[in-house]
């Protein structure tokens, strides 16, 4: 079985400050992905940045990055350089190898950024 | 490229009747496809997961005859709410995952379709 928490339902940042989103997670399966998704008012599901469990290295894109710590099974987010446009809810997401493609996803967490 | 459409996006219907939802994988062919429900502020529900030419895989606590996927062609699958009630008002997402094997695919969404049973 896999959960996946994101133990802050609201944050706040200002305009081009820095944010970093919390999510631990738990599986069960050795070979498995890790996900952010954003979802703005529109709802559509963007994503925003992916890393292969298997890789050390932090995955980076663009403003966004995150903080792999696999023994602690922790995965945060941080955006750099806040945009307006990065107002969103942002959901963590799991998935294991051998799960078919299944995502197991967090709470979400609802992010406000003040201009 | 990878887009995912649904439609409806939005629909109303009067309690007692079926809709369907159609989710298209536009630019790729989906092996998977998946659906979710979505409450206000809170997280997507992955409801099942289905594979083309092969029935749906529902999650525990989804009664598959209330909830009904077909997913005959590589490209397209469809969620039927029958004898809908109100309390299957929500929004549903479906999302598709191409390619074969590995997780290396990822899973690109649908915008999305707002059911209102009144």
């Known amino acids: 079985a896999q959960t996946v928490t994101q133990s802050q339902p609201e944050m706040s940042v200002q305009e081009a400050e820095t944010v970093t989103l919390s999510c631990t997670y738990d599986?069960?399966?050795?070979?498995?992905?890790l996900f952010w998704y954003k979802q703005p008012p529109s709802r559509q599901m963007i994503l925003v940045i992916r890393?292969?469990?298997?890789?050390?290295q932090n995955a980076t894109e663009n403003r966004f990055s995150v903080n792999f710590q696999k023994a602690a099974k922790s995965f945060s987010l941080k955006i750099s350089d806040s945009q307006l446009g990065d107002a969103a809810m942002y959901f963590c997401?799991?998935?294991?190898?051998?799960?078919?493609?299944?995502?197991?996803f967090g709470q979400g967490t609802e992010l406000s950024v003040k201009p | 490229g990878a887009v995912v459409s649904q439609h409806p996006s939005r629909v109303i219907c009067k309690s007692g009747t079926s809709v369907k939802i159609e989710c298209r994988s536009l630019?790729?062919?989906?092996?998977?496809m998946f659906w979710y429900r979505q409450f206000p502020k809170q997280s997507l529900m992955l409801m099942a997961t289905?594979?083309?030419?092969?029935?749906?895989?529902?999650e525990q606590g989804v009664e598959k005859d209330k909830f009904l996927i077909n997913h005959a062609s590589l490209t397209l699958s469809t969620l039927t709410v029958t004898s809908a009630h109100p309390e299957d008002s929500s929004f549903y997402i479906c999302?598709?995952?191409?390619?074969?094997?590995?997780?290396?695919?990822?899973?690109?969404f649908g915008p999305g379709t707002r059911l209102t049973v009144l």
């Open positions: 890393q292969e469990a298997y890789k050390q």
């Open positions: 999302s598709a995952r191409g390619g074969q094997g590995g997780f290396s695919n990822e899973q690109f």
């Open positions: 997401a799991c998935g294991g190898y051998n799960q078919g493609g299944k995502l197991i």
């Open positions: 630019d790729f062919q989906a092996t998977t």
């Open positions: 289905s594979n083309e030419g092969s029935k749906a895989t529902y």
């Open positions: 599986t069960s399966e050795s070979d498995y992905y």
